[in-house]
């Protein structure tokens, strides 16, 4: 049994003040039932910040969940104090006080994704339609599940910017290796 959404908000309370003292900022954690392949996602934009968990890959490796989260929670950090998104030298010294030891071990095929050149999601908090996009769109859209016929202010799309997606790799550990080697840092 994966914990609900509320003790998701108590382990992250949890883990915030066992290695955070508490300072990790505020976030969101949910599940979101339409991620096929990834793990997790952190995204900013808004207060607070929102990490996604992917149910379909925990109920396969349950304990994978806690650090995955807290792995999000270190980005959300060092976000918050440095403005850094990266797994740089701040990201790996504040991963080890928190004893995961490496940006991918445990997490079986998950590798971090920062290939995709679609940083942002639009998304509509009426009905969680989501489309990625390379850039911000120049003036506000609406949600077209919602009204496809018009722009509607009743549903906006939400912009928020990916830190990141850790996508669950299908080819296999040789390739998280190789993918390691030219991503480091
Ligand atoms: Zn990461
Ligand atoms: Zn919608």
């Known amino acids: ?53 992917s149910p379909k890959h925990f109920r396969r490796s349950p304990s994978a969940l806690e650090e995955t989260l807290l792995h999000e929670m270190v980005h959300a950090w060092c976000y918050e104090k440095y403005k850094d998104t990266g797994h740089g030298t701040r990201f790996r010294r504040k991963m080890r006080e928190c004893g995961l030891s490496s940006i991918y071990h445990d997490l079986g095929h998950v590798r971090p994704s920062n290939e995709s050149s679609r940083r942002y999601i639009l998304r509509c908090e009426a009905c969680a339609f989501e489309v990625l996009r390379r850039r911000v ?45 030219s991503r480091s840092g």
């Open 137 to 181: 769109p120049r003036k506000p859209a609406s949600c077209p599940r919602c009204n496809h016929r018009r722009f509607d202010p009743r549903f906006p799309l939400a912009v928020y910017e990916i830190v990141e997606t850790r996508l669950l790799d299908s080819a296999g550990p040789d390739v998280a290796a190789a993918y390691k080697g």
């Open 1 to 53: 049994m994966l914990p609900s959404e509320a003790e998701l908000q108590l382990l992250f309370a949890r883990l915030n003040n066992e290695y955070f003292n508490g300072n990790a900022p505020n976030c969101r954690i949910a599940y979101n039932e339409r991620f096929s392949n990834s793990a997790g996602r952190i995204t900013y934009g808004r207060k607070p910040l929102l990490i996604e968990l």
